[in-house]
């Protein structure tokens, strides 16, 4: 296959001609065109993503759990996730927590810059705070309570429900395992037959990708640049090393943490990994959201690095809701830079609780833009930082949510190989595409 037909050579020059686009569009005065004509076809292929993500997350689902045919082998499986999500984001909040006390980028920013910052995002950290105090008065056991759905219909209409849709999905599979018989086979047959038919739409949505990219990144650059690329520049000059901070630490999870859990838990290496995901890690990095990408995702994982589908339909939804090593690596060094930033020193006491709170936080955190600032917001009130801080950083945080996100699919993709290794349901992985 020549190099120009593969999927991810396609996104990349989808991506790389938007940015051209939007930098013209920028510098000419197109901004309200590509607003107009352009964005909305970036908005279509998201959209078109999201609307399969549930049918293909029942689906595969209902076929993994039945073809195990065994509910102690499923409850093996679902601990050793929960278990490996855990230490990785436990990993990744240290790793930003370091960075950033090495690095100490909030010494670096003029005072000058931080009140302009406070002065022109401080209306959007008020909305943030509002949604924050809402998450902060559940109950400890609330998020287990919104597991269960009272209607499954309600539950699969909101991608950010995804894992009640898990729920239904295992209940299903378990269900049919333990009728069994000529009615449990039939059944077996029509989720299979329409995980089959899912996966076909998912593949004929994809060579719509390197458009979807392209209109996607032309429109970022008019959301953060408008009609004067010179303010963003600016921006990401004062910035410039809470950014570098940022995209260091989650180099480092990445090559340090998920290099350490391939060699201890199979024999695969990085560069193959990365090779079988690479159309994931692209779209993820454009959309900005884990639930758009989820069905590409999940393709890639068992077509590509051989994860055996009843692994990979398990581990993938249950990691796009409750495992954001980017996001919870976010919050640790957006936590210490706001707070480098005003002023304040934080204890060990307080960067611990930056461990705790950013775990907790990020179980359950919708996999959409902009859900990591709400989240931080809860990270702040727990150490006693003024949350106004988050205005410093919102100017760039589509852009490093683009790369937050990455890593977030990254790691769920990791850990469906950590698993699938473990249970024995690993194949060869296929790099022809």
């Not at 260091?248 to 943490?257: D, G, K, N, S, W």
């Amino acid at each position: 296959m020549k190099w120009y037909k593969k999927l991810h050579w396609q996104i990349i020059i989808g991506l790389v001609l938007g940015l051209g686009w939007g930098l013209v569009s920028s510098l000419a005065g197109w901004g309200d065109f590509t607003t107009d004509f352009i964005k909305p076809f970036g908005t279509i292929f998201i959209t078109l993503l999201k609307l399969i993500a549930v049918p293909l997350v029942l689906a595969s689902l209902v076929v993994g759990v039945t073809s195990l045919n065994d509910t102690a082998q499923l409850s093996r499986m679902g601990g050793k996730t929960i278990m490996i999500y855990i230490v990785t984001t436990v990993f990744a909040i240290t790793i930003g927590l370091t960075a950033v006390n090495l690095i100490k980028p909030g010494k670096a920013l003029p005072e000058e810059t931080k009140m302009e910052l406070q002065a022109a995002y401080g209306g959007s950290v008020e909305e943030r705070s509002e949604t924050a105090k809402l998450v902060q008065d559940r109950g400890p056991l609330d998020f287990f309570v919104d597991i269960v759905p009272d209607n499954f219909f309600s539950a699969a209409s909101d991608n950010s429900r995804m894992l009640q849709v898990v729920f239904v999905a295992i209940l299903l599979g378990i269900g049919i395992i333990q009728i069994g018989g000529e009615k449990g086979k039939l059944l077996i047959n029509v989720f299979d037959a329409f995980n089959d038919v899912i996966i076909r739409i998912v593949e004929l949505i994809m060579l719509t990708a390197p458009y979807g990219v392209f209109a996607l990144m032309a429109s970022l650059i008019i959301d953060l640049a408008g009609d004067d690329l010179g303010k963003a520049v600016e921006l990401l000059q004062a910035l410039g090393w809470y950014c570098i901070t940022v995209i260091v630490a989650l180099t480092l999870h990445v090559f340090i943490v998920y290099a350490s859990l391939f060699k201890i838990t199979s024999n695969m290496k990085l560069s193959t990994f990365f090779k079988a995901i690479r159309p994931a890690m692209l779209l993820g990095f454009s959309t900005s959201s884990s639930s758009a990408t989820l069905p590409v995702t999940l393709e890639r994982v068992e077509k590509n690095l051989g994860v055996e589908d009843e692994v990979a339909s398990f581990v993938l939804p249950i990691g796009a809701t409750i495992n954001m090593d980017g996001t919870s690596l976010y919050q640790a060094v957006a936590a210490v830079f706001i707070a480098q930033a005003l002023g304040m020193d934080l204890t060990i006491a307080q960067q611990l609780t930056i461990v705790l709170t950013a775990t907790l936080a990020s179980i359950g955190a919708a996999g959409v833009p902009g859900a990591g600032i709400v989240m931080l917001v809860i990270v702040l009130e727990a150490i006693q930082v003024p949350t106004a801080g988050i205005a410093l950083i919102l100017g760039v945080d589509r852009i490093l949510d683009m790369m937050r996100t990455t890593v977030n699919i990254t790691g769920d993709a990791a850990v469906s190989v950590a698993v699938a290794s473990s249970e024995n349901k690993l194949g060869e992985p296929n790099l022809d595409d």
